[in-house]
């Protein structure tokens, strides 16, 4: 006979004491909460009804219960979609907090709270049991030896992000073990490791690992949801990243990769996705929030309940005006960095989460209680600063402890690059900073998270490769691309060299552009190889070699790695490419020359008027290493060297003067990206010199004095 206690209302989710667990769940609407156990066949053995309800929580206490044991959620309470509620006892729910979730959904219409094809549609509802169908919610246990694990801790100014998929990273890695490849003990490989080191990493950005749903209409294609940007599950890791695939070991085996990464001196930083679930519209799936309490959970259209407030594309919005929505993602973010001990986090759509009512609301409720959070305000908190809804490009617009994905960066430099006019202000703020974006916030440089490319359009080779998109492997047609592109002649593949040197020096300008700017810059995976993903520019139903990466590599590609990583060696080498503080553009400590100078080809200061040219497309910089005001941990005040960085986006060779004729300056040759490959000599220039700057071309030179 199984002994039922009361239990207490927290923690939420299952908790096991070494002795029985404890089971609470929160439902405000509900009229009874049963508590379904399953064996290890997924046989459903008993239900059990939730004696105690306090606080709005639901609890019991089952001694006979261990870690290891499937269970899941019937909700009972009024289902009437047009005001809200859509309880029903006949299907099966995750958890919201469960630690772990075996299996995935097997789709099947009993899946549905109403009965397809119903002539009332979603007004209906179905009596069919879904568990059979259901994956399971598994008890998990949490002891895990972290050895003395620590957070690396890496300042935001030296950070340097990679982004990568979990399984599309090491899917054709050569040097991974088969058995290993796709996992997250393969990420955590040694030829993984080696690789990021060799590019100066220190933090790794991962694509969503939440538990995820593949949705329908793309399974019964043959297609699925390969980037995982549909969550069901906020505290479980994704089973389908784990090597052995028995059901818990995901969670250890997740733990075992960070502990590897933060030995290797590397952080973790999740990509969460909270705005939504993947339940979807009104005739979406009953998995988990919606049958626990819909009214609670979701954003709803106010004079229509039945539907729900859409500001991410995917046809939920999370209901961030409830506080059980915000103690949940609270509560997750806790976890993660407590327990799984993760670094940071990347939030998808982040400006869905600070809508109070219908607009963004910079000083949002979740805000407030992330700021206030002693753990959750020490992570890296990154946010993707737009949503979908009205008013929802907020970039600029986060507050303090924030940096957010610059859409304004990529935007910027793409244009440049591509030769548009009129980008050569806008230009001038992306590589210094973007001040315009973050100072007055009283933020700092390394707000701004710049990049070129992401898991969200082309890679960097099909960037200058295609101008159109190339999706028909996702069942779409292809057409324009709308992510900037700039095809360097002949659309995808093509034997001509002339076109091949110019995509390869573009691909190198990009770069260099991010690696010398100020703020925090971000690879996406693979762009230091130069993958392609055949012009697919939104690959994320393509879990195949569309999207894994590849590791076989010829000259060329060769060659781009070895260029990134001298990219990296200088970017960490010169502490003004990483200042933590904006330039001033003016005299620092008594000194003739300023921090920052801005120079025309004619090696004279750019003036007011010359910012408003629209026709210019080359100019430099000059950022001075001795203007550095800040300090080591030792107190040490940093200096480093002058740097002058031409940029031409011009398609013909400009001669430009370098600045500082007549005071006995002289500039060291440290990169052109004309050459594929540069072996460094000692070469030099005085200044009043001519460069020959190539047509579309960066060059970096570091100030010597005569005698150094």
Known sequence: MRKILPGKPYPLGATWDGSGVNFAIFSENAD?????????????????????????????????????????????????????????????????????????????????????GHPDADLSKDTRDSAPYMPKCVVADTAFNWENDTHPRTPWHKTLIYELHVKGFTARHPGVPPELRGTYAGLASTPVIEHLRSLGITAVELMPVHSYVADRHLVERGLTNYWGYNSIGFFSPDARYCRSGAYGGQAGEFKDMVKTFHRAGIEVILDVVYNHTAEGNHLGPTLCFRGIDNAAYYRMEPDKLRYYTDYTGTGNTLNMTNARSIQLIMDSLR??????????????????????????????????????????????LIAEPWDLGPGGYQVG????????????????????????????????YRLTGSSDLYEKGGRRPYASINFITAHDGFTLQDLVSYNQKHNEANLEVSGMDDNLSWNCGAEGKTEDPDILMLRERQKRNFLATLMFSQGVPMLIGGDELGRTQMGNNNAYCQDNEISWLDWELDGPRNALLEFTRFLSRLRFEQPVLHRSHFFQGRNIRGSDVKDLMWFRPDGEEMSDENW?????????????????????????????????????????????????????????????????????????????DSYNLEARSVVLLCERTKSG
């Open 397 to 428: 617009n986060f507050p303090v402890l924030w940096t957010e994905w610059n859409g304004r960066y990529r935007d910027t430099v793409r244009r440049f690059w591509r030769g548009d006019e009129g980008q050569v202000g806008d230009m001038a």
């Open 32 to 116: 009874r909460v049963k508590l379904c156990l399953f064996d290890s066949d997924g046989q459903e053995t008993s239900q059990i009804d939730m004696p105690e309800h306090t606080d709005l929580i639901w609890h019991v206490y089952l001694e006979d219960v261990k870690a290891g044991h499937f269970y899941g959620y019937r909700v009972q309470g009024p289902y009437e979609p047009e005001k809200g509620h859509r309880f029903n006892e006949y299907k099966l729910l995750l958890d919201p907090y469960a630690k772990i979730i075996a299996g995935t959904i097997q789709w099947n219409d009993a899946l549905f709270g109403y009965t397809i």
């Open 612 to 688: 408003k040219v629209n026709g210019i497309r080359c100019f430099g910089l000059r950022m001075d290493g001795n203007a550095i005001e800040e300090k080591d941990d030792q107190g040490n005040r940093i200096t480093g060297d002058a740097l002058l960085v031409l940029l031409n986006a011009y398609h013909e060779t400009v001669s430009f003067v370098l600045p500082g004729g007549g005071n006995g300056q002289v500039w060291k040759h440290v990169l052109d990206t004309r050459d594929a490959v540069f072996n460094a000599q000692n070469i030099t220039f005085a200044g009043g």
């Open 335 to 380: 976890y993660w960095v407590e327990e799984m001990h993760v670094d940071g986090f990347r939030f998808d759509l982040a400006a869905a989460l600070a809508r109070e009512l219908h607009e963004v609301d910079r000083l949002a409720a979740f805000f407030d209680v992330i700021h206030q959070d002693p753990v959750v305000s020490q992570a890296k």
